[in-house]
């Protein structure tokens, strides 16, 4: 059994390229950019800055692909500076590093995300597994957008790259935790599934929740928690091994496998105080995988991810305004906390 402390996050290695835009046009429309802002994006990169900048004292990894561009240099240096260990991340020159342009409306806070995927496409589980995982949790995202680990095994055919991958982490002692991004596809129940018993963590908003389980209404206006209740217990019972966490824009849930259910609401922060939503829901990651990491229970774990995800709310880009631990868990203790 893995004994050691620390987390390695592998997938997506994303630059953001922040556009902040009066509002959001129509098709065809016009809008002003105001502001653009280079930034972190993708699960493992905006989970491991968090984590650093939150203090946290243990061993971070990085595994991934980046092209031999600039953008993978900013990566590489900004992983320098936040002591996060990239000798998982290989530079290669087939293709470029990946990158998204995110529109948020400086109107709303809202955004939209236009993607490449570049050098994440070359991501396996043999370069997952070949380097040494022996942390105490590994965080992988984001499922349905990494090429080589949603195929399907050409030796075990009823099984995902991720799946397979995922199955022999466990076997290692580690504990694994996933996350999905909110593609507008019906690819849901073929990628996913396959992955469900062979994960601890899962993290998924709404959206996600719904494409897998086909149960509606979960979060419309207000939280359904018969509805949630139901999603949750179905996505045990497909396979999750520990603990389903659901986030959406009010609150967050914990649903594990002991029948524990632990509903959490957002901590409140003015209009004025919200300058963007990117990266919220993986610093909510963030925030909950520190908590279980020091063997927190899931209630505690709750207020820790709602807190962090409001400090990342401070700022149009991922991470920039994640302060530590501490400055994260005053917030959740002095400020007011929403109701669902």
Known sequence: MIKNKGITAAGNWIIDRTKIIDDYPHQDGLCNIIEEIVSNGGAPYNVLKALSKMGFPFSLKGIGSIGSDDLGDII????????????????????????????????????????????????TKELILKNSLQNKIFHLGYLLLLDNLDQFSSIETQMTEAAILLRDIRERGIKTSVDLVSENSDRFIDVITPSLPFIDYLFLNEYEAFKLTGIESIVKEKLHVENVKKATSQLLDMGVNDTVFLHFENGAVAASKTNELYLQPKVKLSDHEIKGTAGAGDAFAAGVLYALHEDRNNKEALRWGVATAATSLRHPTCSESIPTLSKILDLYNTQKISSL
Not at 107 to 114: A, E, I, P, Q, W
Request: glycine fraction near 6%.
């Open 76 to 123: 590489l240096k900004d992983c320098q500076q936040l002591k996060i260990d990239t000798q998982g991340i290989i530079v290669n020159t087939k293709f470029n590093t990946s990158y998204t342009d995110v529109m948020t409306s400086r109107k709303t806070g809202r955004r939209t995300f236009f993607h490449y995927r570049g050098a994440n496409a070359l991501l």
